[in-house]
T-cell receptor, first 110, second 114 residues
């Protein structure tokens, strides 16, 4: 079965500290993985996609097929990074739907 | 650049009332989706439309119906609202099924059923 697991509901770090938001997935085919971010009172927006191997706002994520993980990392957290982060998976199994994890709320303290 | 527009933004219903949530996108996207967002459960897919003229059930379709009115519009209807349908509803669109380029989301509708 397709599943996305974000084990941490809340992650609190100090400004300037490294941050890693964990995401593990279960999928039988070749998935497309994404991270979405939702700032307070704003709509969800795409942060990055694994296929583009990009860095957005200092965040990176590497797809590890062996560990079935797609953790989101940033070396130095900023207060404006405080938001809800969702890991998501899409693929050609099950009708091309995108499945979201339960989300991790990141709180960056001054 | 409106993107995905949802109406209304807020709604309070009494148990048993019906309502339709509207969603429109101006990006010429083929695929559209309705999700509900509940604390601790993330986003769960209610219904989706891979292309104009098609609709399919998602993970939690019970109590809902949808209509893909045309390429731009995808509405979600609650025929007889229940308190369990209190949630934030998001509409999203993508160029094609599989969403290789990701989704574009609307701003959400916060629905309370009392």
């Amino acid at each position: 079965a397709q599943r996305v697991t974000q084990p941490e509901k809340l992650l609190s770090v100090f400004k300037g500290a490294p941050v890693e938001l964990k995401c593990n997935y279960s999928y039988s085919g070749s998935p497309e993985l994404f991270w979405y971010v939702q700032y307070s009172r704003q709509r969800l927006q795409l942060l990055l996609r694994h296929i583009s191997r990009e860095s957005i706002k200092g965040f990176t994520a590497d797809l590890n097929k062996g560990e079935t993980s797609f953790h989101l990392k940033k070396p130095f957290a900023q207060e404006e990074d405080s938001a809800m982060y969702y890991c998501a998976l899409s693929g050609n199994t099950g009708g091309f739907k995108t499945i979201f994890g339960a989300g991790t709320r990141l709180f960056v303290k001054a | 650049n409106a993107g995905v527009t949802q109406t209304p933004k807020f709604q309070v219903l009494k148990t048993g009332q019906s309502m339709t949530l509207q969603c429109a996108q101006d990006m010429n996207h083929n695929s559209m989706y309705w999700y509900r967002q509940d604390p601790g459960m993330g986003l769960r897919l209610i219904y989706y439309s891979a292309s104009e003229g098609t609709t399919d059930k998602g993970e939690v379709p019970n109590g809902y119906n949808v209509s893909r009115l045309n390429k731009r519009e995808f509405s979600l209807r609650l025929e007889s609202a229940a308190p369990s349908q209190t949630s934030v509803y998001f509409c999203a669109s993508s160029e094609a099924p599989g969403a290789v380029y990701g989704y574009t989301f609307g701003s959400g509708t916060r629905l309370t059923v009392v």
